[in-house]
């Protein structure tokens, strides 16, 4: 039997993969990949079959429990075989799920960590997650929930946090500006809505809390995230700034 590689893509941009998963994409048989994986990332593993089980603009995804049966089913007739995950694999990434089914089948599997949406967002604003003495609590939340699950109290972890990073929120972005403030966030809270950081096509759309909603209308379709707390302040104080020196030059020229 062969080992299965839960492995982080990274965030987007190919050269954000680790060494080891490179290592490991040369020697891979099989590949079960994402949607949104890079197809540079893809062309290292040349010698395997490439099998896409993402989900991506209102496509189904491959069921998860089949995408677990598939991977003991590759294990058994392969050496390596890897489940490439976006970002990382143990953050909103259902890696549990196919751990318990390798760990049930036998099978011995390895996790290759990756860069997550969050810390390649900060590293797009040009900002810290955490600050000395300032913000020292980050939460990693998401209010989105399958048909069927228990509902989350994520509002509550974001309103504890120094700085919060939502995954799979822009959807959502009525519901989470109202919400936070209905339940004493300030409405002036520094936020930014990331689109596909780390890619060329990254947009970031820098406001506050209360502009949530209209921030995500103008968003496009790449995957986002909404990072929120006064580690961001700067950010927005430059926006503001660039945004006034703009409305001038204008009012010069007209
Ligand atoms: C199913 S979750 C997977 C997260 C992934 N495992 C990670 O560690 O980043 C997908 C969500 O991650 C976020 N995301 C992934 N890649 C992103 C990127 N390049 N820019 C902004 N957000 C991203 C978005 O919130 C997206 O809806």
């Known amino acids: 039997m062969g080992t299965v590689y839960l492995v982080g893509a990274g965030p987007g941009a190919p050269d954000l993969l680790t060494l080891r998963a490179a290592e490991i994409l040369k020697r891979a048989e099989v590949v079960f990949h994402d949607a949104l994986v890079h197809p540079q990332t893809l062309e290292l593993a040349a ?6 089980v993402g989900k991506r603009s209102g496509r189904h995804s491959t069921a998860q429990k089949f995408i677990n049966k598939r991977l003991v089913d590759a294990a058994r007739d392969h050496e390596v075989v890897v489940r490439l995950k976006g970002g990382d694999p143990t953050i909103f990434g259902r890696a549990q799920e196919e751990i318990d089914a390798l760990r049930g089948a036998g099978i011995t599997f390895e996790i290759v960590p ?6 390649a967002t900060a590293a797009e604003l040009g900002v810290s997650l955490t600050r000395r ?10 209010p989105r929930t399958a048909a069927g699950e228990r ?3 994520w509002a509550a972890s974001v309103l504890a946090a120094d700085t919060a990073v939502i995954y799979m929120g822009a959807g959502l972005a009525e519901t989470i500006s109202a919400e936070l ?6 409405r002036d809270t520094p936020l930014a809505l990331v689109e596909s950081a780390s890619l060329p096509e990254r947009r970031v759309l820098p406001g506050t809390l209360a502009d949530l909603p209209e921030l995500a209308r103008r968003a496009g379709l790449g995957p ?15 926006s503001t700034a660039t945004s006034i020196k703009e409305i001038e030059a204008f009012l010069k020229h007209a």
């Open 47 to 52: 010698l395997a079959e490439k099998i896409a």
């Open 114 to 119: 990756g860069v997550t949406a969050a810390t």
């Open 133 to 142: 003495g300032f913000a020292r609590h980050v939460v990693f939340v998401t």
């Open 151 to 153: 509902e989350n109290d």
């Open 181 to 186: 403030i209905r339940r004493g966030k300030r």
């Open 224 to 238: 986002t995230v909404v990072l929120l707390g006064e580690v961001l302040r700067a950010v927005l104080a430059e």
